[in-house]
T-cell receptor, first 114, second 110 residues
Framework: GAGVSQSPSNKVTEKGKDVELRCDPI?????LYWYRQRLGQGLEFLIY????????KSGLPSDRFSAERTGESVSTLTIQRTQQEDSAVYLC????????????FGSGTQLSVL | GENVEQHPSTLSVQEGDSAVIKCTYS??????FPWYKQELGKRPQLIID?????GEKKDQRIAVTLNKTAKHFSLHITETQPEDSAVYFC?????????FGTGTRLQVFP
């Protein structure tokens, strides 16, 4: 596709349920990021994938959060036993991977935990 | 880990005035400093960036300055227009990981 695609665009779930968010990066982009954006807040780094290197998971807020990426393709962010404080927009971004490349963001998944 | 602080959190200016947003970073190894603009309901988009080997970069009405010694960098918007109204995020990074500031909501009043 022409840009970074995220699905679903909106997800409403009940507290305690697991959710899985998907990101399709731009073809050929080796770097992929997940960020969390709470309402009116900044972009909170969660995890970073670069090619086949071990991901940088230093931003994951708890062990309920995990993410996977197969090669240089799709990534999934999984949140287990969701809590109300997990409610936010989850943004995915990709880049060509070199140090100074522009990030292309997806339109995000709005997660609401009731 | 890297920490990026951004000020002010909100900024209101009259059309035609200048706007300045400032950021400080903690990791002296950071060498790349982009700025992203996020309009209401839209995704962030890169507007300008600067690397650590230069102190200033300008693109039309937008300029960025970098002081590596003090570990701070700034975004300057001159002759502001209503369409400049948005949230602006600074970021700092080394290797490839980018850490963003908390954002500045800029409102330009006609």
């Amino acid at each position: 596709g022409a840009g970074v695609s995220q699905s679903p665009s909106n997800k409403v779930t009940e507290k305690g349920k697991d959710v899985e968010l998907r990101c399709d990066p731009i073809s050929g982009h080796t770097a992929l990021y997940w960020y969390r954006q709470r309402l009116g807040q900044g972009l909170e780094f969660l995890i970073y994938f670069q090619g086949n290197s071990a991901p940088d998971k230093s931003g994951l807020p708890s062990d309920r959060f995990s993410a996977e990426r197969t090669g240089e393709s799709v990534s999934t962010l999984t949140i287990q036993r969701t809590q109300q404080e997990d409610s936010a927009v989850y943004l995915c971004a990709s880049s060509r991977g070199s140090r100074y490349e522009k990030l292309f963001f997806g339109s995000g998944t709005q997660l609401s935990v009731l | 880990g890297e920490n990026v602080e951004q000020h002010p959190s909100t900024l209101s200016v009259q059309e035609g005035d200048s706007a300045v947003i400032k950021c400080t970073y903690s990791d002296s190894a950071s060498n790349y400093f982009p700025w992203y603009k996020q309009e209401l309901g839209k995704r962030p988009q890169l507007i300008i960036d600067i690397r650590s080997n230069v102190g200033e970069k300008k693109d039309q009405r937008i300029a960025v300055t970098l002081n590596k010694t003090a570990k701070h960098f700034s975004l300057h918007i001159t002759e502001t227009q209503p369409e400049d109204s948005a949230v602006y995020f600074c970021a700092a990074g080394n290797t490839d990981k980018l850490i963003f500031g908390t954002g500045t909501r800029l409102q330009v009043f006609p």
